[in-house]
């Protein structure tokens, strides 16, 4: 077990950025890990495509088919999703920057105006047409009902889960929020994320350039690995909950 560093002692304002890793102790799969969906059906990646959803019904099917089963529907928080929404509780700033569509930060109780989705949220639907969103639960309803491509009851145009495709920009307000959010923390911790997926992880050094420390919590190595203040290769549920201890007693040290 390592000792978290002198980079916990006085943070008041921290942002953490997730991905996959850190949903995976919920039963979430990853995309690119051992069990992760791309590995297991590199075909799904080409298919889930922005351009080949607006244009192929097909894929558009096999979309709807694949998201009715996916096991995010079923996951609850896990002990890295709790300790982020209670170190909140307990006074300390956090913003949560999401690369995951799992709504999991929410569920464990961060308020939804702490979380930003940069990659979307699976829990909405889009109107590619007249753009009103609306919750999944009512088209996965009739795509178990057997509605293979599910259109808007409005304007009859292509309906998209509100998820951030393949060969799809992020939202420029969004990223311009993530990026402001990034160099305002004194501290941004880089959750289960390969930090191999652009702009996401450029925030790393958007917030280091700002004079954030830096520290990286992930299996593998990353691309950001060398600007850390930190690297830390122990599971996520353990790690993350033993430095957001540390961060709260220093904080309450600072305050006594
Ligand atoms: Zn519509």
Redesign the pocket.
């Known amino acids: 077990m390592v000792e978290a560093g002198e980079w916990t002692r006085g943070i008041t304002r921290l942002a953490v950025l997730t991905g996959a890793g850190i949903s995976t102790d919920s039963g979430v799969p990853d995309y690119r890990g051992p069990d992760g969906l791309w590995t297991r059906d590199p075909s799904a990646v080409e298919a889930f495509t922005y351009p080949r959803f607006m244009t192929d019904p097909a894929a558009r099917a096999r979309f709807w088919r694949t998201y009715a089963g996916h096991p995010a529907w079923r996951a609850a928080p896990n002990a890295a999703h709790r300790a982020l929404a209670e170190l909140q509780q307990s006074g300390t700033a956090v913003r949560v920057l999401t690369q995951n569509v799992d709504g999991l930060h929410q569920r464990a109780g961060l308020p939804a105006r702490m979380v930003l989705e940069l990659h979307g949220t699976i829990h909405e639907v889009r109107?590619?047409?007249?753009?009103?969103r609306t919750p999944t639960a009512a088209t996965l309803a009739r795509v178990h009902a057997g509605v293979a491509d599910p259109r808007?009851?409005?304007?009859?145009?292509i309906?998209k889960l509100a998820v951030v495709l393949f060969g799809e920009y992020l939202d420029d307000l969004v990223l311009d929020h993530a990026r402001r959010i990034a160099a305002a923390a004194q501290l941004l911790v880089a959750v289960g994320s390969s930090l191999r997926v652009e702009p996401a992880a450029s925030l790393c050094s958007v917030a280091v350039r700002a004079g954030a420390r830096l520290v990286i919590i992930n299996r593998d190595e990353t691309p950001y690995d060398d600007l850390a203040d930190e690297v830390v290769r122990e599971p996520i549920g353990q790690a993350l909950p033993r430095i957001v201890a540390a961060l709260r007693d220093n904080r309450a040290a600072l305050a006594a």
């Open positions: 109107c590619t047409g007249c753009d009103i808007c009851d409005d304007c009859g145009a309906l």
